[in-house]
C-alpha cells in the first residue's frame, strides 16, 4: 500500500491501491475543498502532483498543458501502486503566485486563449523618469519640468496632467531628487497622465476587473506587472432589493433619486469588494490605476446612473454601447481617481458588455470553423451562436433562481449552500451536501437543479412541477393551494430555519430554464439547424461552475447532448473583463467580436414565445428533445 | 436759465448758466453716484447727454470716442445757456446693454483695446443641432447618433462627451424631436462637449471673469452673445484671516488640511459673488460655460490647492505658470461642472496672471515705442516697464494698507468708506468725505493717502510719519509711545465706533508705498533710465480707481510728473480677464506677453532694499526726486 504525502504540511496517509485521492486527503486529516460534491466539475480541488504516478479522469475539465504539468482534480484521481507527493494549491499560490484560490475559474479556461508574456500590456503603464531639479532663473515650473522629462521619456509632447497630479508635483518632484513613476496611458489625442509617486514604484501596479451581473457581482484584484491575479471576491449585487432582474431595475429606475440610488448600491458593493480585496493584499487603493468592466447593458447604464427607461421601449435604443473613458473617480468607483475605465462595448439592448467578455473566453474568440453555442446562465440569460464566419446574439430574462436568488431559502454558491440534493424514491425524502460540508444555511443554483431534477425523476413533482400529494412523503407539506418540500428540517440547519422550496419556487426554475432553453433553440431555428449540429456548448455563469450537466438536460435546461460537447468556463464574464484588463489585443479582438455580432431581438421574434410555452414543462412539451437517441 | 432735464424719470431742474450738472441733479432729486467725491478720477458719474450743449473738462478720463458719442463725467461738467436733456447710464444700461453700473472701470479702458464685433470669440460656444430619432435596428445608441450629428455639423468626428452630458443623453435627445443646443469648444486633441440641452438654447451662453486678490476678489459676470457685462461684484478675499500678504498665506498653507482651508474659504469667496450675480440676473448657474481667471502667483496655486511653499524658497520654481486646462467642478468653482477653465499665464513667482491681465488694458499690448510703467498696486504689488521691444516685470510686498486692510478702521472702497480727507492746518483737525455721502464705516486706501498727505503737508506729521506730540490737537491721542489720530469721532460714525489711525497703521502706508515706488525706481534703474523717460503710467488697482496722484505724489508713492502722463484703468486685472473670457485674440495676447516679460527678482536685486530703505520716509530721503522740476 502506497504512502500519500501532503505538501507542504507534510503529512501523510497509507491507502490501498486504486483508493480515491480524496480518501487520503481525508485519511491525513488534510482539509480539500470540494464544492461540487468531488464531481469533478467545479475544478476546485486541483492539486499539483509532484512525484509519483496516479490515475486521473479529467474529464475536459483542466486543459493539456495543465495536465501535462502535473496538475490533477483531486476528486478525479485516484492512487496507484506507488508513493505520491501532492502538492496543495492554495500554498502553491503563497509560494509561487499561481492558481491563487481567488484565482476561482480561470483554469477553466482554454490557456491558448489566456493573455500571457507579451500579451500582457495593460492600458496604463508605469514608467520610472527622473525630472531635473529646479534651477535658478530657469524660468520653469514643476510643471514644465515634468513636461520636458516626459517628451524625453515618454515621447509625450503637451501630455495631458491630471489637476491631481499637479496638485502633487511640488512634493513628489522633491522627495526623491526628482525620480518619479509616471502612471500614464496613449490615448488617441496623445498621452494622458494618471499618477505620479516618488521614487520607483514599478511594483505597485495593480488592476481590479469587475463583472457587474444583475444578482452577483464579481471582483478580481491583478497584478498589471505579470497579470497575476492576487485576490477575487464575489458578492450579492446590493441592488437585488430594488427588483430582481433587469426590467424591474429599469422601472425602479424611472424617478432620478432611485436612479441614484441603484448607482449608490451598485458601486457601493463594488467599491466594498475592491476595498476588502485591497486591504487583504495590502494595497492602496490608489495604485490601482487599471479598471476594466463587463455587465449587461442595463448594468452598465445603472453603474454610471445613466436614465435606462429606453433599453426596454421600442425602439430599443440604450444610451450608450460603447462607452468611452471616464476617470474612476466620474464614476465612483474605489481605485486611483485617474484610472480610466474599460467598458466592454455591448451589442444590444440586452445583449452587453458580459456576452462580449465572456466570447473572450471561447473558441469564438478564435478563428475556429466549428458551429458553437455560448450561453451565459445568469439573471440575464445571454446567449451567442456562430463560429468564424458570423456570430448571433440574444439575451432572455431568466430571472435570479440560478443565482438562489428570488427563493426564500436560495443563496449563492457559497460555504454552507446545499448544491447537491439526492431524493429517495420511496421516501422522498432528500439527502444534501453542502459547499465545505458543514450544515446548511440555504441552497444554491446547482442545489436547485439538483433537487427538481431529482424530485421530477423520482416522481416527486409531475411535468408541470407540482409535488405530489398522493403518496405520502413527510418532507412535503401542504398549504392551501400550494405546497412546500423540506430539504433539511429546523433541527439540521445552520440558523435553525429549515430549507424548503415551493411549488412557486419550482416554478420560477422551471421558468428560467425555459427561457434560455427556448432562446437557444429560437437562436439555431434562425439559420435552420439543431443542436445536433453544434460542436461545442460553453456554459458560462457565476453559477455555471457548479451545473450538472446530466441533471441539468433532466429538467431541459440544456439539450441532451453528448457530455463532451459541453465546456464549463466559469464566470467567464469576468474572466473576460480580466483579459481585456491585462491585454490589448484582447481589448482589441473584444470590439471586434462585438461588432461582429448580429443581434436578434427575442421580443419581436413570433417563434419566441411560442417555444418558451413549449419548455414551461419537465423537461419540454416535446419529450423528443430529451430522449437519448 | 436752462432747463437740464434727467431721463429716464424725466425729472428736471432749473439751474444758473454754468451751474456744474451735479448741482442741477441734486435739485431734480436725481441720485447720482460721485464714489471719488466729484473730483472726476473714479469715472463713476458717466452719463450721456442727448441733447443740448454743456461744457465737460475730460482730464483724459474718458475715451475720445466716449466724448464723441456725448459721454460725459457729471462731476466734471457745467451746463450752458441752453436745455440740456442728460441719460442716465444706469438706466442706459438696461436700454441697450452698455455701461452697466456693473461694467464699472471698463470704461476707464481706451475702447480700442476692448474686444468687439468679430473679436468677441469665447472658448466655449453654443450651436444647434438636430439628432435624427432612433430607429427600429438600426444599432445606434443616443451616444451614437449624438455624435454622427457632431460629425456633420461640428466636423468633430470622435468628440469627447462627458459622463454627465451622456447621463443626460436619454431625456435631452427625445424632449424636443432631437433638437438640442451643444456647448463645445475646440480642444488642441479635438472638439470637446461640455454641455447639452434640449432645444434652441442660444441665448444662454455666460461667463464669469474672476480676479482673485489677496485681499479683494471681482468678478464679473458677462453674456457671452456680445460680451455684454451683465453684473459685477467684489467682495474680500475670505482668506484675509490666515495672513494679510502672499507670504503670510505661504506659511500658512504648510500644513495640508490648512492648505485645503485656504483652497475652501477662496472658493467660497468667488462662488458666493457668482451666485449672488447669478441669482440677480436669474442666470442658471449650469449656463455659465466660460470661465477666466486672473490672480498673482500664489493665489492661482492656493485656488487650486496646490502647496505653494517653493514659490518663496530658492530657485523659487512655483509648481505652475501656464494652467492647463480643467473643468470648474475639479476646480471647485460655481459654474456648468464641465466650463473649462482658462487661467492667464504668470511670468514668475510673484508676477502672476494678473499682471498679464492687466497689461491688455494697455498700450504695452499694442506696438506703441513709448515707454511705459504699468503698476498694480495691491497687497501684492506688480509692476511693468517696457513697450513694443522689451518688458520687464516684478513685484512686491506692498501690504494690504491700500486696500484698507491690516488697519482697524480700514475698508474697502465702498458706501460708507472715507475716501477723502482734508486737514486743517491750524486745527489739526479733519474733515472728510464718504463714499455714498452718508456717515463714516471705515476708512479706504484712497481716504488713508489722503489723510497722511494732508497730515503731512500741514505738518501735523513729519517725514518720519510720527504725529505731532507738541502742538495741542484734540484729534491726537497719546497712548504711551504711539499716538492715534482720530478722523471721525465716535458719535459721527454709522457704529458709533471712531475711526482713527494709528503711527503704526501710518507706518503700514509708508512700508506700503516704499515698497512699490522703489520697485519702479530699481525697474527703470536696470536699464538706466529715469522716471522722467517715461511717456506714461498706469496706475491699476481695485483701490487705483479712487487714486488721487497730486496726494499719491506727496506721501512719494508714485513720482511727481505731469498728470496727463498718468492713465487710471481701474481694476485692469478683472477686465483682463473679461478681454480673455470673451476673446481668443485677447487670450492668444496674453500669452504673447507673458512670454515677453523678463522678470527681475527683486530679492535678488542688491540695490532694491536699499532703495526701499531709502523710500521709507515722506516722500523719500531725496527730496529732490519731489522737488517740483
Known amino acids: 500500500m502506497p504512502v500519500i504525502t501532503f505538501k507542504p504540511s507534510g503529512r501523510s496517509a497509507i491507502v490501498p491501491d486504486g483508493a480515491p485521492l480524496l480518501d487520503a486527503a481525508k485519511l491525513a486529516c488534510v482539509s480539500v475543498e470540494t464544492p461540487c460534491g468531488g464531481n469533478g466539475l467545479c475544478g476546485k480541488c486541483i492539486v499539483k502532483i509532484e512525484s509519483g504516478k496516479v490515475r486521473f479522469d479529467n474529464g475536459g475539465i483542466l486543459s493539456d498543458d495543465l495536465v501535462g504539468e502535473g496538475f490533477v482534480l483531486i476528486c478525479k484521481t485516484s492512487v496507484a501502486d506507488e508513493p505520491v507527493s501532492v502538492l496543495l494549491l492554495s500554498q502553491l499560490d503563497q509560494e509561487q503566485g499561481k492558481f491563487a484560490e481567488a484565482t476561482q475559474d480561470i483554469h477553466l479556461i482554454d490557456r491558448g486563449l489566456l493573455p500571457a508574456g507579451e500579451d500582457i500590456d495593460p492600458l496604463v503603464k508605469l514608467k ?124 425602479y429606475a424611472k424617478k432620478p433619486q432611485r436612479l441614484e440610488e441603484l448607482r449608490e448600491k451598485v458601486t457601493g458593493t463594488i467599491n466594498g469588494i475592491i476595498r476588502q480585496l485591497a486591504e487583504a493584499n495590502r494595497i492602496a487603493v490608489e495604485s490601482v490605476y487599471n479598471v476594466s468592466v463587463a455587465g449587461n447593458t442595463t448594468m452598465v447604464h445603472l453603474v454610471m446612473g445613466i436614465f435606462p427607461e429606453y433599453i426596454r421601449l421600442e425602439p430599443y435604443s440604450p444610451a450608450v454601447y460603447q462607452v468611452p473613458f471616464y476617470r474612476a473617480s466620474e464614476l465612483g468607483i474605489a481605485a486611483n481617481p485617474e484610472a480610466p475605465v474599460y467598458f466592454a462595448p455591448s451589442v444590444g439592448s440586452y445583449v452587453g458588455v458580459d456576452i462580449t467578455s465572456g466570447l473572450l473566453c471561447t473558441s469564438l474568440a478564435t478563428d475556429s470553423e466549428e458551429l458553437c453555442l455560448f450561453i451565459d446562465i445568469g439573471t440575464n440569460g445571454e446567449i451567442v451562436l456562430g463560429n468564424n464566419e458570423f456570430l448571433l446574439g440574444c439575451a432572455c430574462s431568466a430571472g435570479p433562481a440560478f443565482e438562489g436568488g428570488g427563493i426564500d431559502s436560495g443563496m449563492r454558491a457559497s460555504n454552507g449552500a446545499i448544491e447537491k440534493v439526492e431524493v429517495d424514491r420511496e421516501t422522498g425524502r432528500a439527502e444534501y451536501s453542502t459547499i465545505g460540508n458543514g450544515p446548511p444555511v440555504g441552497i444554491c443554483g446547482s442545489g436547485l437543479i439538483s433537487l427538481i431534477a431529482n424530485l421530477f425523476s423520482t416522481g416527486w413533482i409531475d411535468a408541470g412541477g407540482k409535488l405530489d400529494r398522493h403518496r405520502g412523503c413527510e418532507s412535503i407539506k401542504f398549504n392551501g393551494k400550494y405546497s412546500t418540500y423540506i430539504v433539511a428540517a429546523a433541527d439540521q440547519t445552520a440558523n435553525g430555519k429549515p430549507i424548503a422550496i415551493t411549488e412557486a419556487d419550482i416554478d420560477n426554475l422551471i421558468r428560467a430554464k425555459a427561457a434560455i432553453f427556448s432562446a437557444c433553440y429560437t437562436l439555431l431555428q434562425k439559420i435552420q439547424l439543431g443542436f445536433d449540429d453544434l460542436t461545442r456548448i460553453y456554459i458560462a455563469g457565476g453559477f455555471g461552475r457548479y451545473l450538472n450537466i446530466e441533471k441539468s438536460t433532466v429538467i431541459g435546461l440544456i439539450p441532451l447532448l453528448p457530455g463532451e460537447k459541453f465546456k464549463f468556463i466559469g464566470n467567464s464574464s469576468v474572466i473576460g473583463a480580466y483579459m481585456t484588463l491585462v491585454s490589448k489585443r484582447h481589448r482589441e479582438k473584444e470590439l471586434e467580436l462585438a461588432r461582429k455580432i448580429t443581434y436578434i431581438d427575442l421580443s419581436t421574434e413570433p417563434d419566441y414565445m411560442y417555444q418558451y410555452t413549449a419548455a414551461l414543462f419537465l423537461p419540454h412539451t416535446d419529450a423528443d428533445l430529451f430522449k437519448p437517441s
Not at 517628451?151 to 518619479?180: F, H, N, T, Y
Not at 491583478?222 to 430582481?244: F, H, P, W
Request: charged fraction near 20%; glycine fraction near 12%.
Open 128 to 251: 520610472v523618469l527622473t525630472v531635473p531639479a529646479p534651477e535658478m532663473g530657469d524660468g520653469l515650473s514643476d510643471i514644465d519640468r515634468l513636461q520636458k522629462a516626459l517628451s524625453v521619456g515618454l515621447q509625450g509632447q503637451g501630455a495631458d496632467i491630471p489637476l491631481c497630479v499637479l496638485k502633487s508635483l511640488p512634493q513628489v518632484l522633491r522627495e526623491d531628487e526628482g525620480r518619479v513613476t509616471i502612471a500614464y496611458f496613449a490615448a488617441p489625442s496623445g498621452i494622458k497622465i494618471v499618477g505620479i509617486t516618488a521614487s520607483d514604484t514599478l511594483d505597485r501596479n495593480f488592476g481590479v476587473c469587475i463583472d457587474i451581473g444583475t444578482t452577483t457581482i464579481a471582483v478580481q484584484l491583478v497584478d498589471m506587472r505579470g497579470g497575476r491575479i492576487i485576490g477575487s471576491k464575489t458578492d450579492y449585487n446590493a441592488q437585488i432589493e430594488c427588483g430582481l432582474d433587469v426590467i424591474s431595475r429599469i422601472n
